[in-house]
């Protein structure tokens, strides 16, 4: 494997991992008591409320679209199959995140 498919490939290695990281151990940036109230402040905390709401359903819509394009990537190229697979994946995963 080389050139834009090893890219690619890469890619959505990195993004499954991150994914499965924000589902698994939903992380929060800590946010020091010391740190005065300014914009660094205010972007840490809009970071952790992002990551509180949303974090684990943009895991769950990103995790099985980066197991296709790995998957396509090692194959070749996509198949019709894998788009089908995806939904399956995504629709398992929400129902385990409204669990």
């Known amino acids: 494997m080389e050139g834009d498919a090893l890219t690619i490939f890469?890619?959505?290695?990195v993004a499954v991992a991150?994914?499965?990281w924000l589902l698994?151990?939903?992380p929060l940036i800590p946010i020091p008591e010391a740190l005065p109230r300014g914009v660094t402040r205010l972007l840490l905390e809009l970071v952790n409320d992002w990551l509180r709401l949303f974090g684990g359903w943009f895991a769950c819509g990103?995790?099985?679209v980066a197991l296709m394009l790995a998957l396509g990537a090692l194959q070749g190229g996509m198949q019709f199959w894998h788009w089908p697979a995806a939904i399956a994946i995504f629709a398992v995963l929400a129902v385990w995140r409204l669990r």
Do not use: Q
């Not at 890469?10 to 290695?13: H, K, L, Y």
């Open 62 to 64: 990103c995790l099985p």
């Open 24 to 26: 698994i151990f939903r």
């Open 10 to 13: 890469a890619g959505s290695v």
């Open 18 to 20: 991150a994914s499965l």
